[in-house]
């Protein structure tokens, strides 16, 4: 037996990874040398930048791979590391790049917030920044064993980012909450793959779809086939455990109160940053591993992804909290999302990352005006913006601000001159491909449904004849670089789709077969 | 073979004794410190059937987690459990119960052996000397699995146990309030307890 040339430079594919969890610990010590209780405040932004130009030299590694672009079209072998647990395909690749980006983007919008927001330990960053590494590694992840060690590693993360701050209950509950939801998660996902090693002998994706694409495979196993319902339950338990986690209609109900009592920063990564890779692993299982299975998952996908649209478009209707609101938002968009992934199609999986990378932008916009508009009070109670009739006169105090918030909203809902209608409508011409046009037609009227209360939200910036309103503090320009950038490419993809489309399109052809 | 057959009895007297010390001790304290005993012990027989992964892990796990753990409740708490130990009679019907339902199976399963084997002792008329020829041990292989093929799976676990230690750390410290808990050693000597009840 050698052992020797199992750990390759050649087949070392998690470099990007590599390199962010060397720096936490880097960081870690660091900071611990230097004594944070006396220093914590001076270095706080300075920590949250650094860690956002970290993850902008992870974009640059990974952009800078040679294993990604070693090979044109479909290749099985060619990109698979650490025997075969780790992929960079490019799939792997893009959906890795846009959550370094995002990820780095976020960290540039909190470093102002957290001194206002007095999350001002240094264990508050250290945990996000392991969150993100956990987030990357579940991008390219080829093994159910990794797979779920980094749902754990960001689950972790998560739990102890709801519950941060300790003088308040919600955050506590909310703690509570995400760490019960979370463990009967974990659980299920465990018992599914062990139904799926129980089938199959592997966990792996790539070989477990060679064993079930191989008609002859189960042939020569004849035993197997008393077996077989076992994948199918197992998948299912494997596909639903991410169901729980991407918060999705039935499964959603932890993520109103966790929303609602987490800090607004934690908040903000939950419903912005963590969602794209859950998506990202659950395509490489269905469409990789589970192709020839896809009646099975077709049929929860869309059943799911119907009920979330419908769930988080009527749910949001007599929501006046700031916070419950977007998570109710937040579960319809991961329907819409599902919908293009339950088409089973190449065309639905383009859609579903042209939706998350679309989502993720005007998320962006959404939490950045969230936190930016601190009411001017006394108490440190008071000051943060929870009630929807907060924003009432914020055309007055900032109109950049409440035009931007304007903007962002038409996008989510899907009006036109934005870029959120090109996503909305490729999500339904996914659907209407995979011919469930009664699907279709329902998720459409729910659409129009969910337009309601952010139209709401502008009806409530622009519209109400209010003299006296909330008094905000003023935002210094430099602290809306990101929050601009992101409000331009909602303009920008709107009259320039192609750009992100033609990516998405390439990424797709290159990673799946059907 | 002989003084492996004595070390076997040796530690196996000590497991039962430890076993019986842990019902049968008056202070609750006692009962954990031959509970850990025991399991030293039992890891020392899996030892001698040379199944070293799982020893350690009994010593790790069990020993070095759950029992002091629950030594630690225990002495945190300071209850009055002497008392308990009174009605030990009122549940020996329940344990021999529990007793004779795990040595019905392995009786049956013995004598499965016996039968197989034809006479009333077990004996190996022919050992293949090269099988007890170990080349790798089991910590051994273990490891070179665990290094080699799961070396990221490794890795992770590791960071996964760092932001639980650094969660932990920062959600229960209170740093309002430095004061150091300090034990005062003549109150802990005057604590007067019988071994036996």
Known sequence: MSFSNLVELKTFNVFPEYFIGISALYILIVLVLISYNVHGLIVQRALSECIGFVLLLACYLIINDDLVFGGSGFELYSMLGFYKSSVTDHFAFFTKLTVCLFSSFYFFIIADFLKDYRLTSFEYLLILLFAVLGLVLLCGSNDLLTAYLSIELISLSSYILAAFKKTSSYSAEAGIKYLVTGAISSAFFLLGSSFIYAYSGTINVTDLWLIISDKDWLKINKVNNFLEPFLEV???????????????????????????????????????????????????????AALKYDEVWQFYSIVIAFFSVFVGSFGGLRQRKLKTLLAYSSVSHMGYTLLAFSSGSRFGAEMLLFYLVIYMFSGLGVWFVILATQIRRKRYTDKFNTELGNLVLLRKSNPALALSLTLAMFSIAGIPPLVGFFAKMGVFLSVLHAKYFFVALLAILCSVVSTFYYIRIIKILYFENFLVGQLYYPLMTSKTTVFSISIFFLLFFFLNPTTLYLMVYKVVLCSFIN | ????????????????????????????????????????????????????????????????????????????????????????????????????GFLVPMLHQISLKVGESKSFFIQSSYVNWYDLLDSTSDVDVYGQVLYSYFVLQFLVVGLILLVVLIGVVYLTNTYTSNRTVDQSTYKQLSVSSKFFY
């Open chain 1, 234 to 288: 197992g998948l299912a338990f494997t596909i639903f455990s991410l169901f729980i986690k991407l918060a999705l209609a039935p499964l959603h109900v932890w993520s109103l109160d966790v929303y609602e009592g987490a800090p607004t920063i934690s908040t903000f990564f939950f419903a912005v940053i963590t969602k794209l890779s859950f998506f990202a692993f659950l395509v490489r299982i269905s469409y990789i």
């Open chain 2, 1 to 100: 073979m002989l003084s492996a057959n004595l070390v076997f009895y040796f530690f196996s007297g000590v497991l039962v004794f430890s076993a019986i010390m842990v019902v049968v001790a008056s202070h609750s304290v006692f009962s954990l410190l031959f509970l850990v005993l025991s399991f030293i012990t039992s890891a020392f027989l899996l030892f001698m059937l040379e199944c070293e992964f799982l020893a350690l892990i009994f010593v790790v796990v069990y020993v070095g987690a759950i029992a002091v753990l629950f030594l630690f409740a225990v002495m945190m708490l300071d209850a009055k459990l002497q008392n308990l130990a009174r009605n030990l009679f009122r549940y020996l019907p329940v344990g021999f119960f529990f007793a004779l």
